[in-house]
């Protein structure tokens, strides 16, 4: 996981889905995570999965990179799936497909938003000292990845870190994490008296988040009510089942389509598998 | 390895909503306490000692996905409010990265607080009962503590998983036991129920004995591993600064 990239790509994507308002993509994740949630339909998850994989590339981010971070879970739910077996694999599908199709919805937002803009937006349901410590935690999180960074090279120039040495890398490492905390400790002094000094008083100000809808909001929008009311209807009417077929081939039509068009658009600039 | 590190949709949504109604209330129930030690003081080092705990979850130490939680090394620092308070800003940051489901953050929260919590309270009476005081047996209670935290929080996790699979009304008792007294017509389609409904506890029973088996054999090397960091961990910041170690509780 580099989150060092990942704030990289929120802030310096300009596709559609990176100028909608948080808002907007704050009620996509929900419902698409609400549709992901309540179905146990294997084909419906897969067209769910394929839809939010056609998001990830109009959103013109490397598209492999995407995938890969949000595969992440996916070795949790592998393991989940084995441990829970009852001789179904469809089951076992399903649970890894829930995984992926969540986990990517939180990557897509997560790369084409600002932090500041999701903890702003979360802001009205959540303890104001909780959204205080999200900032802090953010800001700090960059601070103390370069300082391990440093840490580990400077680790690895000494002879520090080295093959089957298991028991001296593991002091090694412990120690650096040590270190990081005595230094986060000074750091988080600092911190209070930087924010004391420009007049903190228990309270980080506000952001104020705009209220204007763009047509990228009203086209995430559409997206994310088709797919929730499909899920919907699917999961609570039988009658239905044929239509998460449909939904099915309807998807793996635009995935393609898509495909197309942004190996066309892109691939003189940087190519589909651009991975840094 | 005690992350409740199931995808979202898998628990009940009664169990997920519990989750968050529990741990809003214990946030609350912190926020409340610590606002009397000087919350806004406190505010850098929870946000530090978070960052601290992403970076470690961040690196992967055995490539099947181990690594360290930090946990119990927050508690220590921390103490237990602190601790819980910074477990829950950790679960919604990875929850954003995709690391875990967005919907479990609550009982995660609750999970790996029971970890922090535990550890605190643990590392504090063992180093009260063995009155330890050098670098070397600081190290070893913090990595007892740090076992047993495991032990505990792992336990629940298993707990909770088996919950999951049960009838909230089944827990609470709450169902009548009307079927029974059904006429007799009813008594092979009855018959039938019963067998299908015990032929379904037993899978389940064994669902959730696989799952307590693998999560306890998989879990064991990140036990070890964990421990063995937290206690050198603890050990080097005794050594380096006693007064973070033995600070006043909050």
């Known amino acids: 996981m580099d989150i060092g990239i990942i704030d990289y790509l929120a802030n310096s994507g300009r596709s559609f889905f990176h100028r909608a308002s948080p808002a907007c993509k704050m009620v996509f994740v929900l419902l698409f995570v609400l549709s992901i949630m309540i179905t146990g339909d294997l084909v419906v998850l897969i067209s769910i999965y394929i839809t939010l994989l056609t998001l990830s590339l109009l959103t013109d981010l490397p598209f492999l990179r995407v995938v ?5 879970p996916a070795i949790f739910a592998v393991l989940f799936a084995i441990a829970s077996w009852n001789g179904d694999p469809i089951r076992s599908a399903v649970i890894v497909f829930k995984a992926l199709g969540a986990a990517l919805t939180m990557v897509i937002l997560i790369l084409t938003t600002p932090y500041h803009r999701i903890f702003s937006c979360i802001r009205p349901f959540l303890p104001q000292v909780i959204v205080d410590g999200l900032f802090l935690t953010y800001r700090a999180l960059f601070i103390l990845l370069e ?9 690895k120039i000494r002879g520090g870190l080295s093959p089957r040495s298991y028991r001296k890398n593991l002091r090694n490492f412990a120690q650096g994490i040590g270190l990081l905390l005595v230094r986060g400790f000074d750091l988080a002094e600092r911190f209070y008296c930087v924010m004391r000094v420009r007049g903190y008083s228990g309270r980080l100000g506000n952001e104020l988040i705009e209220r204007k809808f763009i047509w990228s909001d009203i086209f995430i929008f559409i997206i994310t009510l088709c797919v929730c ?12 089942n044929r239509f998460s077929l449909y939904f099915l081939y309807f998807s793996l039509f635009v995935f393609v389509v898509s495909g197309f068009y942004h190996i066309g658009k892109v691939l003189g600039v940087r190519g589909v598998l651009w991975k840094s | 390895m005690s992350h409740i590190h199931i995808p979202d949709g898998v628990l009940p949504f009664w169990l997920v909503l519990l989750g968050w109604i529990a741990t809003m209330g214990f946030l609350l129930f912190c926020i409340k306490r610590v606002k009397s030690y000087g919350l806004e003081h406190k505010l850098p080092l929870i946000g530090v000692i978070s960052a601290l705990m992403i970076v470690g979850m961040t690196l992967e130490i055995v490539p099947i996905a181990y690594h360290v939680n930090l946990s119990v090394v927050a508690g220590i620092l921390l103490g237990p409010i602190l601790g819980f308070i910074s477990v829950f800003i950790v679960n919604l940051i990875i929850a954003m990265f995709g690391h875990g489901g967005i919907t479990v953050v609550g009982l995660n929260t609750l999970v790996i607080g029971v970890e922090a919590v535990f550890g605190f309270y643990l590392f ?3 180093c009260y009962l063995f009155k330890t005081n050098k670098a070397l047996s600081i190290s070893f209670t913090a990595a007892i503590s740090t076992v047993f935290s495991l032990i505990i929080s792992t336990s629940f996790m298993i707990g909770i998983v088996y919950v999951s699979k049960k009838d909230p009304f089944e827990i609470l008792s709450v169902y009548s036991h009307k079927e029974i007294h059904d006429g007799e017509s009813d008594q092979k389609e009855s018959k039938t129920k019963s067998e ?3 032929d379904g506890k037993r899978m389940e029973k064994m669902s959730i004995l696989n799952f307590a088996k693998t999560v306890l054999v998989i879990g064991f090397p990140g036990w070890v591993l964990e421990s063995t960091i937290s206690g050198l961990v603890i050990g080097y910041i005794f050594r380096v600064r006693p007064d973070l170690v033995f600070t006043r509780a909050t």
């Open chain 1, 68 to 72: 890969s971070i949000a595969s992440y």
């Open chain 2, 196 to 198: 299908v409904l015990s």
């Open chain 2, 124 to 126: 504090r009476f063992l």
């Open chain 1, 229 to 240: 009311s499909l899920s919907f209807v699917v999961r609570f009417r039988d009658d239905f």
């Open chain 1, 147 to 155: 300082l391990m960074d440093n840490f580990i090279r400077a680790l």
